[in-house]
């Protein structure tokens, strides 16, 4: 029996996906050859890459504004390293909200001096800071869009004149807002997008050879652009799930009509999580919580055993919360039905009533 997935990343992705991309894996386009056989330099293969890549700038609202998609492999976390040997000059202005966005510290410093403009490790990272100045002479400015350890959200993105450049791993195609802010998005396809492997950059052109150092082919973002994301073979079905998915997205109205549906899963688990007086929300402030990712714990640890067994009998899976934060994490991404949703929230009032 299928299960619920809420698992943080690899994720779920539509049924629907799934069926034409394991289709593919027997036949691709009745071509009497595997996706996993072809040539990426293959007529067949080249159509999905730029099919991935126009449905990309098509759904963000990004076509005809000087962005490059790139597919490339190595994560979010070989991004870190990449935007900032690619960007960082001098020094660069960074926000600190959780896990990957120290990583994203920790890689820049390679390359040149980090300023962290605010931080919320004070609170275990149970809140997005506001009100911090960033640099007007900081080479970049970086933040996480969403922390899917954490689970806390930039609703409000900073206004600056330097680049903006985000990771949105969890949360890009789940919300409408202006991509057009942004100069670099990066995201691990693995959480909203697609299967682990590939690895989406969205940026312009024009924010690059700013630095002074040379950078090795494989990490320079000109040699990606000028191969069209194949100076090496990419992540070839992994770029084709991601398609799909995107193509199932768009089918559905795009972004802004998954947005709804979001909100309501969000709304509907939060709502229960501050009703319930067995649950108690981990982010600290309500407008930071996720969409995404909602973080959560038992106010009494004598009702795990009971409750992790009325998740099992319901068919839930991937509800652990992360090692560093604990308790329970339900990753609500675009193709979790709203139906799960209900489904964990009954399992909730079940483990109420039983006590
Ligand atoms: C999962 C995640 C990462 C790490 O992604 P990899 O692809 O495993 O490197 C980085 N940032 C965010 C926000 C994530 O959710």
């Known amino acids: 029996m299928k299960k619920h997935n809420f698992s943080a990343g690899p994720s779920i992705l539509p049924q ?31 159509a999905v890459m730029e099919q991935a890549k126009s449905l990309t700038l098509e759904l963000l609202g990004l076509e005809n504004k000087g962005y490059q998609v790139l597919f490339l492999q190595g994560g979010a976390s070989m991004q870190f390293v990449m935007l900032a040997q690619n960007l960082l000059e001098s020094k660069a202005a960074y926000l600190n909200t959780g896990t990957w966005a120290n990583n994203a510290i920790k890689e820049a410093r390679f390359f040149g001096e980090v300023i962290e403009v605010a931080s919320s490790k004070d609170k275990n990272y149970n809140y997005i800071p506001k009100n911090f100045e960033i640099p007007a002479d900081a080479d970049y400015f970086h933040c996480t869009s969403n922390n899917t350890i954490f689970g806390t959200q930039i609703k409000e993105f900073p206004k600056t004149e330097i680049p903006l450049v985000c990771d949105m791993s969890s949360d890009i195609f789940s919300r409408n807002i202006d991509f057009s802010q942004f100069s670099l998005i990066y995201a691990g396809a693995q959480k909203n997008m697609g299967p682990a492997g590939t690895t989406l950059v969205i940026l312009k052109e024009s924010i690059l050879n700013k630095v002074s150092r040379a950078i090795p082919n494989i990490l320079n973002y000109n040699s990606h652009i000028a191969k069209e994301s194949m100076y090496n073979t990419p992540a070839v079905f992994s770029v084709y799930v991601s398609m799909l998915n995107l193509k199932w ?43 995404m990712n909602a973080t959560f714990n038992l106010t009494d640890e004598t009702y795990k055993e009971p409750f992790e067994t009325l998740l099992k009998e319901a068919g839930i899976s991937g509800l652990n919360g992360h090692r560093s934060v604990g308790g329970y994490r339900a990753s609500m991404y675009n193709a979790l039905p709203i139906e799960s949703v209900k489904l964990l929230v009954e399992v909730m009032q079940d483990l109420e009533n039983q006590n």
Not at 22 to 30: D, M, Y
Not at 249 to 257: E, H, P, Y
């Open 16 to 46: 629907e996906v799934f069926k034409e991309a394991a289709a593919a894996v027997l036949n691709f386009n009745n071509s009497g050859l595997s996706i996993l056989e072809i040539s990426h330099r293959s007529k067949d293969f080249i």
């Open 249 to 291: 997205l768009k089918a559905k109205g795009g972004i802004a009509a998954i947005e709804k549906v979001n909100n309501e899963k969000a709304a509907l688990l939060y709502s229960e999580i501050d009703r319930n007086s067995l649950f108690e929300g981990f982010v600290s402030r309500l407008d930071d919580r996720s969409t």
